[in-house]
C-alpha cells in the first residue's frame, strides 16, 4: 500500500486566492511527522511546513497552513494568497519513528501547482 | 546554513560500469538519505543511514548499495549500471528526531548509456 498519496498531479489557481493540496497518509505507527515540501523548477527542495501526530493544533507558517485530520489520516496543505512564485511541485512525506528508532521518510508523487496571474 | 554536496550535478555513464555517487553534509547530521526521483514517480527512498556504517533499505534498494564510513559523508553505489537506472539523484540529511525537516542536495542527473 502506498505510504502517501497524493492523487492531484497537477492543479491551476488564480493569483491571490487560496488553494488546498490533498496528501493522505497510511500508518500504524502511533508516531509519526508530516511535513511539505516545495520543489520549484530550479530543482531544490524547500522545507515549507511540519505537523506532529500529537500536536493538537493545526501548524501554520506563514501563508501555509496544515489541515490534519487524523481519524481520516489527512494532511492537506492550504496555501493563502497565491503568488506567482508559488508555481512548483509540492510533495507531502511522512517520517515514521519505526521499531529500531531509526526514522524513514517516504514521499508521495506530488502535485504540481501552477498560479496563473 | 546546512550544506549538502553532492559531487556531481551531472553524469554520464556507460551500462555495466560500477557507479559511485557522493553525498557529503556539513552540520553533524546522525541521518542521510538517498533518494531517486522520476516524473510521475515523486521521490523514492533507495536507501537510508542513521549512524556511521549503519543502513536500512528504503522501497527500491535492488541494484544499488551504500556505504557510510564517515557521519559526514554517504555514497550510493550502482553495483552493474542498467540504463533503468537512470534517473535523478537526490541526497538527504537531517537531525535524528522526528520533527526534524530534511536538507538535500542539488540532486544528480544520471545517464546510463
Known amino acids: 500500500a502506498q505510504k502517501i498519496t497524493q492523487t492531484q498531479p497537477g492543479m491551476f489557481v488564480q493569483e491571490k486566492e487560496a488553494v488546498t493540496l490533498d496528501c493522505t497518509y497510511d500508518?500504524?505507527?502511533?508516531?509519526?511527522?508530516l511535513f511539505w515540501y516545495k520543489q520549484p523548477s530550479s530543482g531544490e527542495m524547500i522545507f515549507l511546513i511540519y505537523?506532529?501526530?500529537?500536536?493538537?493544533q493545526n501548524a501554520t507558517e506563514g501563508r501555509y497552513s496544515l489541515n490534519f485530520q487524523k481519524a481520516r489520516k489527512s494532511a492537506n496543505l492550504v496555501i493563502s494568497a497565491s503568488q506567482l512564485g508559488d508555481s512548483a511541485m509540492y510533495f507531502c512525506a511522512m517520517r515514521e519513528a519505526g521499531s529500531g528508532g531509526y526514522q524513514k521518510v517516504t514521499f508521495g508523487i506530488g502535485t504540481k501547482l501552477q498560479v496563473i496571474p | 546554513d546546512v550544506k549538502v554536496t553532492q559531487s556531481s550535478r551531472y553524469l554520464v555513464k556507460r551500462t555495466g560500469e560500477k557507479v559511485f555517487l557522493e553525498c557529503v553534509q556539513d552540520m553533524d547530521h546522525e541521518n542521510m538519505f538517498w533518494y531517486r526521483q522520476d516524473p510521475g514517480l515523486g521521490l523514492r527512498l533507495i536507501y537510508f543511514s542513521y549512524d556511521v556504517k549503519m543502513k536500512e533499505k528504503g522501497d527500491i534498494p535492488e541494484g544499488y548499495s551504500v556505504s557510510r564510513e564517515k557521519k559526514e559523508r554517504f555514497s550510493l553505489i550502482l553495483e552493474s549500471a542498467s540504463t533503468n537506472q537512470t534517473s535523478m539523484y537526490l541526497c538527504?540529511?537531517?537531525?535524528?528526531?522526528?520533527?526534524?525537516?530534511?536538507?538535500f542536495g542539488d540532486g544528480t542527473r544520471l545517464s546510463i548509456l
Open positions: 500508518t500504524s505507527d502511533p508516531s509519526y511527522g
Open positions: 538527504a540529511s537531517s537531525r535524528g528526531a522526528l520533527n526534524q525537516p530534511q536538507h
Open positions: 505537523q506532529g501526530s500529537y500536536d493538537q
